[in-house]
């Protein structure tokens, strides 16, 4: 329903009386704009690595706090791209603001940036940068030789 004109989105969300959540498949600021500003969208989910970086999603998380829709950055990956989301929405976030961790196992997640939930927090850290500083010598077990 991605490319769904914005009426059919709208008639969505008149007829849900869950709140909609988007945005991690969205690309570019003219598509974010149409949902933010249709009225429709209660979430947005930029994704940092698939439209924008932190630059574009910065972009996007002001558009949506001026509009009153929460910002909740989509990244299911490796830990760097955590890293980004988590200071994406550090810096950009408001109070109702969610960050989208994913549950499943993921060496590449875990082992790049640990990440310790107390109460439903999390602390992005206080390093320069996005935080992350990768161990390479703890990440040996995953690489892969390219022939």
């Avoid at 570019?28 to 949902?35: V, W």
Wanted: with cysteine; glycine share 14%; proline share 7%.
């Amino acid at each position: 329903m991605a490319d769904a004109p914005p009426s059919a989105w709208r008639a969505l969300a008149a007829a849900c009386a869950v709140p909609l959540a988007a945005g991690e498949n969205l690309r570019g600021e003219t598509a974010f704009g149409e949902a933010i500003d249709g009225g429709w969208l209660s979430y947005v989910q930029p994704d940092v690595g698939k439209w924008g970086g932190i630059t574009g999603c910065r972009r996007v998380a002001r558009r949506a706090a001026m509009r009153g829709v929460t910002l909740c950055p989509h990244w299911l990956g490796g830990g760097i791209g955590l890293g980004a989301s988590l200071h994406l929405l550090a810096a950009m976030g408001t109070a109702g603001s969610y960050a989208e961790v994913d549950a499943n196992p993921n060496p590449l997640r875990e082992e790049v940036f640990p990440l310790t939930l107390l109460g439903g927090s999390a602390n992005a850290g206080d390093a320069p940068g996005i935080g992350v500083e990768p161990d390479l010598l703890r990440l040996q077990a995953y690489r892969v030789a390219m022939r």
